[in-house]
């Protein structure tokens, strides 16, 4: 009410006549956090000897707008120009409470206007409460309850409590169509992404009422109708009729209109082109001359455009489409013009104190001279944040020195590149300990160097990767890397030492789809005492094998840490290219993602692995399979499948299936901490050298706790594991640890 006075007062004073006065002093009153010389900035007050109704108003209005003032007056007394301010209170503390879901916690956070250490307004604060109430309305809480609370700390500031009841999503008990003559029901339902609320429906995410998922559908709906030709489709009114807090019936109301099919395509080509160049789209729309009309259809006539354009190394050339609706039939006209023609003037690089000026520039696609084009900018952008070194990269487009030119900014926002990793397990046979080092931006060049070890009782184990991202520039990676181990069991009657080397070079074929190809060198050393069995004892000797790789991903995660939809596939194979003993490998793995509530992110993970001697060879020691305790909870790594006497030796097989549920609101936000519940299975099997070894290839299964807290040190794991199925010979880990931090 106050401030609606003030604006009266404001018109009020816009009508009084615009007399100057003559002012001696401006004098500031009533502002305690804001200094004076902050009011006179935001207030444009200027030190005049004369002062105008009119200028006094401006003044009051600036004051207003900036919403750090409760109340303003500009008074003129004796030649003084008083300034008299009320500021808000502060907003000391903003503390929400009823609500245990970390995220919806941080989106409240987000959308409303209340801020910690901010103004307190408290018709802001009312309609804070009403954004709440329609943001949980959104997403199905229809009947939640939001109210607010004020605490006074002194007298400029307050805690401000917000206390959320969201109470029960209200369910879709059914949905209808209305006006679908030419689709059935079923294939609507199927389309839409509200569904019913059924009893074998337990863990969709979409049986309740939203307004987010309403306003989805109509778009879902309408493209659908549009990609089978009924292009004047219109979804009349969509509405629910709630029974219930817990109940509603969803409606939606459709009015298909005219099925079209597409008429007459042609080109209406500028004269600098060659129209020779374009004669094959021809043949592109004889493909769809009379088929129904689709917005589908149109967009793979402007790739075959976008590609004869790339093909034909043509420059500054733009094109859009004309649909023309003629009876029953839609008419094409696909114009392609020369555009602006836009140059790079310059490209100017920025926040980067540690990374080489080089290396950002390596990953763009356009320099200096080159046409402009915000497409190439924009991939360029994404190729950089792909590095993982920097926490934030940003452009900006500034006009150049003359109006075809543009000047381009990169700015990148640098992270921390050093990782440091420790891990622990501990199980039937003693524990086992591992160390990891990294650096992702080695002297800033972007390189990385990585060296990790192992060590148990009986073994040792390093590993040196070196990776250039960009090796010279060409977009593909090239990787080195050396790997030594050696294993000591005298019990078992043998000394092993394996030591390896190798390159190899990664690219991304497509933007998801990514190649590698490399070779690597091993030198193999079995030493065989009196104790080793028969089988181990025709395998002693020193053997060298030199082999190719190749493999192949597929990512479809919509992010690589802690993804919550799609799924990444990935195969490898192993060949030998000269060795004493002769070996194929393969390996495959697919991992799916899907939230399946508000509360609870799924994930399948299956990984299969195989390795065969050609010929008569058999498989060597040091190369057969074992599941690592990663992959097969519970167990320790290597601990697994066949045994040679009272060592496990591997198998020519391996294979995991790991289901996991993810709860990342089971604890408080504060205390950082994530808990995820799994279910692996997995065995390794087959022995091609010896039938008389103990071959237990029986299923093994095991279930446990993963906890993830994400500590002042830096993110530690911690899994808690119990088997359920196991072989006698097996031995199992109940306890593993993983510390890693950044520097």
Do not use: C
Request: no cysteine; aromatic share 10%; net charge negative.
């Amino acid at each position: 009410m106050i401030r609606i006075l003030n604006f009266i007062l404001l018109i009020i004073l816009f009508s009084l006549p615009l007399r100057a006065e003559n002012i001696n002093k401006i004098i500031i009153n009533g502002n305690k956090r804001i200094s004076d010389e902050t009011v006179k900035i935001y207030g444009e007050i200027k030190d005049s000897s004369q002062y105008s109704q009119k200028s006094a108003n401006k003044i009051l209005k600036n004051l207003y707008e900036t919403g750090f003032f409760e109340n303003v007056e500009i008074i003129f007394e004796n030649n003084n120009l008083l300034v008299n301010l009320k500021e808000f209170p502060v907003i000391n503390q903003l503390i929400i409470t009823g609500e245990v879901n970390k995220s919806f916690n941080s989106q409240v956070k987000d959308i409303i206007s209340s801020k910690e250490k901010r103004a307190l307004n408290k018709s802001n604060l009312t309609n804070d409460v009403n954004i709440i109430k329609s943001f949980y309305s959104s997403i199905g809480y229809n009947f939640a309850k939001v109210t607010s609370k004020l605490k006074k700390i002194d007298e400029d500031s307050f805690d401000v409590l917000i206390e959320i009841e969201r109470g029960e999503k209200t369910k879709i008990s059914s949905i209808k169509f209305v006006g679908n003559n030419y689709i059935r029901s079923s294939r609507l339902k199927d389309i839409i992404a509200s569904e019913e609320n059924k009893f074998w429906k337990i863990i969709s995410r979409n049986t309740a009422l939203s307004e987010n998922l309403i306003n989805l559908d109509i778009r879902l709906l309408r493209n659908y109708y549009r990609s089978i030709g009924f292009y004047d489709v219109n979804i009349n009114s969509n509405f629910a009729e709630i029974l219930n807090a817990e109940e509603a019936k969803l409606i939606y109301s459709i009015d298909e209109g005219k099925r079209y099919v597409i008429g007459k395509i042609s080109t209406n080509l500028d004269t600098v082109f060659d129209k020779k160049l374009f004669f094959p789209l021809n043949k592109t729309y004889s493909k769809y001359i009379g088929n129904y009309y689709s917005p589908f259809k149109i967009q793979k006539i402007l790739v075959e455009i976008d590609e004869l354009i790339a093909s034909n190394n043509l420059q500054f050339v733009e094109h859009n489409v004309e649909e023309q609706i003629n009876n029953d039939s839609i008419d094409l006209v696909f114009n392609i013009f020369e555009g602006e023609k836009e140059l790079v003037e310059r490209i100017n690089v920025k926040g980067n104190s540690i990374t080489n000026e080089d290396v950002i520039r390596g990953e763009l696609l356009l320099d200096e001279g080159d046409p402009f084009t915000k497409i190439n900018l924009e991939k360029s952008v994404s190729k950089i944040k792909s590095r993982q070194i920097f926490k934030d990269v940003k452009y900006e487009i500034i006009d150049g020195s003359e109006d075809n030119l543009k000047i381009i900014d990169i700015k990148v926002e640098e992270r921390p590149t050093g990782e440091i990793s420790a891990g622990a397990g501990i199980g039937t046979s003693g524990g086992a300990i591992a160390f990891g080092i990294k650096e992702n931006n080695w002297l800033g060049s972007g390189k990385s160097v990585e060296f990790n070890i192992d060590l148990d009782e009986e073994s040792l184990s390093g590993v040196l990767n070196l990776v250039n991202p960009n090796y010279d520039y060409l977009g593909n990676s090239l990787n080195y890397f050396l790997m030594s181990e050696s294993n000591d069991k005298p019990d078992q009657g043998y000394e092993n030492t394996v030591i390896s080397s190798g390159i190899g070079t990664s690219f991304n074929q497509y933007r998801d789809l990514k190649a590698n190809v490399g070779a690597s060198l091993t030198y193999d050393d079995l030493r065989t005492f009196n104790t080793a069995s028969a089988s181990l004892k025709k395998q002693s000797g020193e053997f060298t094998e030199l082999s190719t790789n190749y493999g192949l991903s597929y990512d479809q995660r919509d992010r690589a840490f802690m993804p919550t939809s799609g799924y990444i596939t990935s195969f490898s194979q192993a060949i030998p290219i000269y060795a004493d003993k002769s070996f194929i490998s393969n390996s495959f793995s697919y991992s799916s993602y899907k939230s399946l509530t508000e509360d609870i992110v799924g994930a399948g993970k299956l990984y299969i692995s195989a390795i065969n001697g050609l010929g008569s060879d058999d498989v060597r020691l040091s190369k057969r399979k074992n599941l690592s305790s990663k992959k097969l909870r519970g167990f320790e790594r290597g601990k697994v499948g066949p045994k040679d006497g009272a060592d496990h030796i591997g198998g020519n097989y391996s294979a995991a299936l790991n289901l996991e549920a993810n709860l990342p609101n089971f604890f408080p936000e504060s205390t950082n901490l994530d808990l995820a519940t799994f279910l692996d299975f997995g065995s390794v099997w087959g022995v091609d050298y010896d039938s008389s070894i103990d071959d237990s290839n029986e299923l093994r299964s095991s279930t446990g706790l993963a906890l993830n807290w994400l500590s002042p040190l830096g993110p530690i794991s911690i899994v808690l594991s119990q088997n359920i199925s196991k072989a006698d010979t097996d031995k199992t880990e109940s306890f593993s640890f993983n510390l890693g931090t950044t520097f």
